[in-house]
Structure formats: C-alpha cells, structure tokens
C-alpha cells in the first residue's frame, strides 16, 4: 500500500492567483497522477505526473493551466494557474506503487479542496 | 476504451446484502474491472479487481460473467459506514500508464 499526503486540505484563493498542491508518497512510487473533481461530479484525470520528463496532459487540460513537477518517486506538485472560480474543485493525488505488475490497485490521497473568489 | 455503465443510485437495508452491477460491454480481453468507492469529502478507496474469474476478499465480493460484459460488486452485509458512491472501472491503458478512467458511480445508500 502507500500512504498519500496532500498538502494544502483546503484553501480559497482569489481570482487570477495560482495555487501549488503538494502530494507527498511515503514510498518511491511508479506511477503518480493528478485529478479534479467538481462539484457533485466524478473524477476526471488531469494528467501523469512522469519522473524527470513533463508531465502528460489528458484532452482539455494544459501546461500553462496546471504546470506540474515530479523530481522524484515520491513527490509532485500541481499549480493551478490563474484561477477562476470554474476552478473550484476539489484536487486528488493518486499513485500505483508496484512497479512492472500490470494490474495493481491505485491509491488516492484525501485531495485539497479549492475555492476560488 | 471500454466504458461502463451503472444505475445512478441504490439503496439497501442495514444488515442486507448490496448488490451493485455494472455493463462493460466492449470490455478487451486482457482489461481487468475495478471497484473503488467514495465516502463523503475523502479520495477514493480501492475495493477490488478481476479479469474473468470471481473474486473475495475482507471487504466485498465480485462476480464478473462469463462474457465479461458486465460484473456485481456484493457487499455481503452491508452497514451505514458503506454509504458512499461506488465506481467500477475499466483499466484503459494509456501511453505506458495504466490510468483509471471514472464513470458517474452509483450512489449506494444503507439505510437503518
């Protein structure tokens, strides 16, 4: 297993600000992802965080948006840039730990709750 | 990539068994279902997975048909702390990564 600290829990932000989220592994991990919920909707994936290459972006989102940064296997970050209040979301870290099995479960973290103004 | 498709929501009396299905009718053969859920304001939790046979273990059960088009996660007893909504998920494999790809879930309630 893995257990999976965001950093911040929550936060409101003024508009045109940018937030940097912080998810902190307690193991070195293979894969490390980034998703956002909006209100009373499900998951949808932002992007795979990628150990020592840019991150790659799922259709819709993009660098400038949500730059992102993995120097190691046990640590990323994800800005959201330039807020709106449609950014208003709540942001979940989540990893596979095991590497080279195919079909191991992935583990979230408790996410950061933003709110924009 | 497969999809799935689930009731949008369930309920189930405390103590009852919840049994909760999921289509996955274009479901490739070396795809594994999985089911996670969500309670309240927390991440996702892992609950269980499988390619074509049944599977048990402390938390639930999962019966996947013969076709694997679809599956039925059964919480064997279930209790109020189970109220969350669940998600079953077709791993899709995506440049390298085996990213998860969330549906709607189902809304299971338990009531007393």
């Known amino acids: 297993s893995a257990v999976i600290s965001q950093k911040p829990s929550r936060d409101i932000c003024q508009r045109g600000t940018s937030l940097t989220i912080q998810c902190q592994v307690d193991?070195?991990?293979?894969?490390m992802f980034w998703y956002r919920q909006q209100p009373g909707q499900s998951l949808t994936l932002i992007a795979t965080?990628?150990?020592?290459?840019?991150?790659?972006?799922e259709s819709g989102f993009v660098i400038d948006k949500f730059p992102i940064s993995r120097p190691n296997l046990t640590f990323s970050t994800l800005t959201v840039s330039n807020m709106s209040p449609e950014d208003s979301s709540i942001y979940l870290c989540s990893v596979i730990p095991r590497q080279g099995v195919a079909n191991t479960e992935a583990f979230f973290g408790q996410g950061t709750r933003l709110t924009v103004v | 990539d497969a999809k799935t498709t689930q009731p949008t929501s369930m309920d189930c009396a405390e103590g009852r068994a919840a049994n909760l299905p999921c289509n996955h009718s274009?479901?490739?053969?070396?795809?594994?279902v999985y089911w996670y859920r969500q309670i309240h304001s927390q991440g996702p939790q892992y609950i269980i997975h499988?390619?074509?046979n049944n599977e048990t273990n402390e938390m639930a059960s999962l019966i996947i048909t013969e076709d694997r088009k679809s599956s039925t996660l059964i919480l064997p007893h279930a209790t109020l702390r189970d109220t969350a909504v669940y998600y079953c998920i077709v791993r899709v494999p995506g440049r390298g990564a085996q990213k998860l790809v969330f549906g709607q879930g189902t809304r299971l309630t338990i009531n007393p």
């Open positions: 499988g390619l074509k």
């Open positions: 965080a990628n150990q020592g290459s840019e991150a790659t972006y």
């Open positions: 193991s070195q991990v293979t894969m």
């Open positions: 274009t479901i490739s053969g070396n795809e594994y």
